[in-house]
């Protein structure tokens, strides 16, 4: 699991400057992620510099750049894709500048950033695949299909390793399509359609996320089936309109990951700030939630 982190230490983050370069805005677990630290930054007087790359791994990059320019006194992003980060996180540590990486991990080694913060996204694979068995434990087949997340990201490749895990063996678990939706609604709706016009007998839709699952149902009522019952859908976030979904009857099952990280991100920050060692991987505490479950939660969700 991960390691614990020193309580914050206001004094190195008043005033400190921090740029943090963001995905974008694809989805309502962005958004909510944004708020949270954009919110953080503010309770500790942090003096943000935040970037959005609209999904452009060329534009983060840009934006990183810029802040080893600047002398930022401590670089934190979430990395669009897992490849291709060698280089701008070697130029930061030539300039002395710490880096930390939340939510997206990366496959650069390790000694190029302080830490990452995040979530176990091949174990919430797992868990929506345990979900699935479980679920259709008496069908003789599953035809499934799978709304991916945006393609080399690490929440993509890893819900998908974690499916498989659990179920790539399993040949009662027929995959009839797999493609990406680029984790917006939008995308899950126009693929969703696709493959309804293609496949006439999906029993299940696995998607990386809510809003993408979000999109599926669209499709799913649009072509004249009902969602949670024809075709059941599992997701991953639980954000307030995947849960209301849930609650309704229309999402199956979601898998939580949370969105929550700007308190982990600043108390490693002043940490790092301080010279204090910390942990190298920090993980997010979650859960995840069947349609009953989601209805008691619902009321005192923060996003
Ligand atoms: O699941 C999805 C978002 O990186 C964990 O990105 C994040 C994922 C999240 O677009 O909704």
Known sequence: GGGELPPVDPAQLDGAVIGFAQVGSESGWRSANTDDIKATAEKYNVDLQFTSAEGDQAKQIASIKTFITQGVDLIAFSPVVETGWDSVLEEAKTAGIPVILTDRAVDSDPSLYKTFIGSDFIKEGEKAATWAKDEFADASEVNMVVLEGTTGSAPANDRKTGWENVLGA??????????????????????????????????????????????????????????????????????????????????????????????????????????????????????????????????DRKY
């Open 170 to 299: 399993d040949a009662k678990f027929k995959t009839l399509a797999s493609q990406t939706g680029d984790f917006t609604r939008d995308g899950g709706k126009k693929v969703m359609e696709g493959f309804l016009a293609k496949y006439p007998d999906i029993d299940l839709v696995y998607a990386h996320n809510d809003d993408m699952g979000l999109g599926a149902i669209e499709a799913i009522e649009a072509a004249g089936k009902v969602p949670g019952k024809d075709i059941k859908i599992v997701t991953v976030d639980a954000v307030k309109a995947g849960m209301e979904a849930l609650a309704a009857g229309k999402i199956n099952y979601i898998v939580e990951c949370s969105p929550l990280l700007g308190e982990q991100l600043f108390a490693a920050s002043s940490a790092v700030l301080a010279g204090q060692e910390i942990p190298a991987r920090i993980i997010t505490i979650e859960g995840e939630f069947d349609q009953e479950q989601a209805k008691a939660a619902l009321p």
